[in-house]
């Protein structure tokens, strides 16, 4: 465990981070931004969460990152290296592995398939690997159905297999789309519970979630996204404990 | 030392699924290939006839299959991409007198850069793209009907030269299956060996889920082109094969109807599924054979056909058969 990831709040300038977003601008019309440049950062070890309401810009800014919307204005550096003007292949390729909004497993694939395909651009190339046992030993339900389609599981399961597939690619920086969306409060806490044990493990998760309560749970540090602007930003702990948070986001 | 026992069995068990497949599809590789090697060639006759027409339309479905069964792009134009290649094979054989291994080469090469071409000007997905290159057939149709100088337009190419191979000439229907055979079957097998690889998964992943393809790194723009373009080849050498079945050439073979054929052809086979290609080119081949006094229904019983394996077979014949040989061997328990 680094020392950025016991002591978030001692982040200087100097200390290199493993993502850098700086002013990005990011629209889907011509001259329209739904991201008026946004910055946030994320350093190796961390769990850094994004919260905002629906229509917040959250999944822009996901899609941003993953090369599936262009860049207009600002710099997204990943490990020092600029990541503007690559394809979505070339991002993965990079280590950047993303756990996309609704889940979409390959659902006429097996499970077994489905997470080999998440190795599918591991430099490596397709083979046996000590992945397989390392994702079903994190995943015990995955393992009992690998020979099933995927198409064939529950939501909580099919959400299971796309964080397990992301896994595979060996990631560096794992990207969370909502990923309690549309599922029932007790698989909510086993995804969450998933999500503190790649923490544990030294994985540097980016999370983007509405339900704040839980993300703030998990993350060291959040931000809060509204209208395309990045409005608060600090630790999880001290968000979570602040009234104008809890009133609009902690229901509280 | 436990652990690692543990790692390879898993691993084992992961795997051992994909050779099974693996396996399975050189079965049913073999299977295919030895009827088409002996039926047609053994009973002769009309069934050589028949299987000279059906191998030329499974090498094409087979491409078909290819490009919408495993990757997911549906073209409502593939017959126009045949016209292609038999068009380019045949005028190459008549104005430059080039040996037929060259000229099939070529078509295949046309009707690849044909479709690499409706891949860029195309770059649409969903069911834009379907529509685009149900245009694109016609275009070509309507190219090959009045390019008069070139083409001899709608009153077709006359007087088709006799294939030769290496100075070898291909005169006999015999001599024809078998070079068609040989196409066919080494077609099959380069497929077959493709869908394994990691080619044949991302074309698979594309046809699943563009953007879960997408954000497992699987670039889905190249990939399309690349099984655009390879469907669009195969096709262009199935029909550089057609002239010489039917000794003219026109315009006609390669209609829209043409293309739609095809697609029923992969449909009631088993979509997805590589002998499925070959089955269903088989089943719209030979029937409409047998039932020529009905022949004004015949666009009637295709339609009643492909309504009826949509609902009573939605993985086609093969589908079926596979889910046959499972429940076989689950009851063999």
């Known amino acids: ?252 | 030392m436990l652990r690692t026992a543990k790692e390879s069995l898993s691993q084992q068990n992961d795997f051992a699924s994909a050779t099974s497949q693996n396996r399975n599809d050189w079965i049913v590789f073999a299977v295919i290939v030895s009827i088409l090697w002996s039926v047609p060639l053994s009973l002769g006759g009309f069934y050589l006839y028949l299987g000279l027409a059906v191998a030329i339309y499974a090498i094409s479905a087979l491409g078909l299959q290819t490009m919408v069964g495993l990757a997911g792009q549906l073209s409502l134009g593939h017959a126009a991409f045949m016209g292609i290649g038999a068009y380019t094979s045949v005028l190459l054989q008549k104005t430059l007198g080039l040996p037929f291994l060259v000229t099939l080469a070529a078509a295949g090469l046309t009707a690849a850069a044909a479709g690499l071409l409706m891949a860029q000007l195309i770059r649409l997905s969903g069911v834009y793209f379907k529509i685009a290159t149900f245009g694109f057939g016609i275009v070509v149709h309507q190219i090959l009907s009045n390019w008069t100088a070139l083409t001899g337009g709608s009153a077709g190419v006359r007087g088709i030269p006799v294939i030769s191979i290496i100075g070898f000439q291909v005169e006999t229907r015999t001599g024809l299956f078998v070079c068609e055979a040989l196409t066919l079957t080494l077609i099959y097998g380069l497929l077959v060996r493709l869908s394994h690889g990691k080619i044949g998964r991302a074309f698979r992943a594309i046809g699943q889920n563009e953007a879960a393809a997408r954000s497992v790194g699987i670039p889905v723009p190249r990939y399309r082109m690349i099984v655009i373009t390879l469907g669009c080849a195969i096709a262009g050498i199935a029909g550089a094969y057609l002239p010489h079945l039917m000794r003219f050439l026109s315009p006609e073979s390669f209609t829209w109807y043409e293309s739609l054929t095809c697609l029923i052809m992969i449909t009631v086979g088993g979509l997805g599924s590589l002998p499925g290609a070959i089955i269903g080119a088989a089943v719209l081949i030979v029937a409409p054979e047998y039932l020529r006094d009905f022949a004004q229904y015949k666009m009637l019983a295709f339609g009643v056909l492909l309504v009826a394996s949509m609902i009573l077979l939605p993985k086609g014949i093969a589908g079926a058969g596979a889910a046959l040989s499972r429940r076989k061997r689950i009851h063999a328990r």
């Open chain 1, 1 to 252: 465990m680094n020392a950025s990831h016991l002591s978030p709040a001692s982040i200087t300038i100097d200390e290199p981070k493993l993502l850098a977003v700086s002013g990005i601008r990011v629209s889907y019309v011509a001259g329209v931004d739904v991201l008026h440049g946004v910055s946030l950062d994320v350093s190796a070890g961390e769990v850094v969460c994004l919260l905002g309401r629906n229509g917040a810009g959250k999944t822009t800014l996901i899609n941003a990152l993953c090369g599936l919307l262009p860049v207009n204005a600002g710099q997204v550096t990943f490990d020092g290296k600029s990541l503007l003007g690559l394809k979505p292949s070339g991002i993965v390729a990079a280590g950047i592995a993303v756990v996309p909004e609704g889940r979409r497993v390959f659902s006429n694939l097996t499970v077994a398939e489905n997470l080999a395909m998440g190795a599918y651009s591991r430099r490596t190339g397709f083979g046996p690997s000590w992945h397989f046992e390392r994702v079903y030993d994190l995943f015990p339900r995955l393992a009992e159905r690998r020979d099933q389609l995927a198409g064939t599981l529950s939501g909580g399961e099919q959400q299971m297999v796309a964080m397990a597939r992301a896994m595979m690619a060996q990631p560096r920086l794992l990207l969370l789309d909502e990923p309690s969306m549309g599922l029932a409060p007790l698989l909510i806490e086993l995804i969450f519970d998933t999500i503190n044990r790649f923490a544990k493990e030294g994985m540097t998760i980016l999370l983007v979630e509405q339900n704040a309560a839980a993300a703030l749970d998990v993350a060291d540090r959040a931000y809060v996204l509204e209208r395309g602007s990045i409005v608060r930003s600090g630790l999880a702990a001290s968000l979570e404990s602040d009234p104008e948070i809890q009133r609009s986001y902690l229901g509280v």
